[in-house]
């Protein structure tokens, strides 16, 4: 209660708030204490308080950099994983009012998604569009593009689940109301590569992610050439050797043709389709062709 009763007074009063050292150490010797309780609700004031100081460059700023040295040292190292986990949720929503300092060491802990807790990786990849939101496309690029792409070949399903989740919405972000990773940029950087990794995946759950990950590519602004290059991707995986992968990526077919275009449904997607129809003789994947063939 005394977490949450600084976390009010700072929203009413942040300029007074982050003033007044004294609070501020209160709050922040939560993250000291021996109860897990306290340290769980500690995280989350923490990090709502870094989203309340903002970056002003005088006093706010200043508790803003206090505040995130105790959220660096001690909640992101603590011994117990739901107290990371808390404090990765929260800041998931306060990133983007990061001064560049802090910002940028969070971006330094995403790129280091090599947890071994699993729930701790997945929590880190669910921070990267709120990181590319705060430094922008070139530093994501630089530094947790290829965390990104690792994540598709996470021996965890759970994980792998994250960066198809975490790509949807880079897919959706916008600056100055336009995309801040252009369809080209998407397909390049990261279309181009999990094509790749398609190939010499030999898990066919691995394949699977890369399937789900090309249904969120597409979208009704995409130029019509990538359209075509997901279109004929997914042609492909449809015509796996595991029928897991098969009705994903009719699954996939389904939901891309409705902004596909009537060339591409009517030269791959429906071929795929009657031949899958015709040959295939898996039952889940004769469900979603036939399901797929009545939505066109």
Known sequence: AAFRSAVGVATVWPDSFAAHDAALAAVRGGADAPELKVRLAAATALARLLGIFGDDGGSKSAAQASVFGTVEAKLFADEHVDVVLATLRELKAVVPALSDDPAGRVAALAEATVHDNWRVRSALHELLPAVAVARGRDAFEQQLLEGLVRAFQDRIAEVRSAAVRVLADLRDLEENGSPLFGGDWLMEKVGKRLSELYMTMSYYLYRVTIVQAFERLAHPQLAAEHMETIVLFLADCARDDVPNVRFTA???????????????????VKPVLNELLANDGDDDVKFYVKRGIGAL
């Open 250 to 268: 009719v699954r996939a077919l389904e939901t891309v043709s409705a902004y596909a275009g009537d060339r591409l449904v009517a030269s791959y």
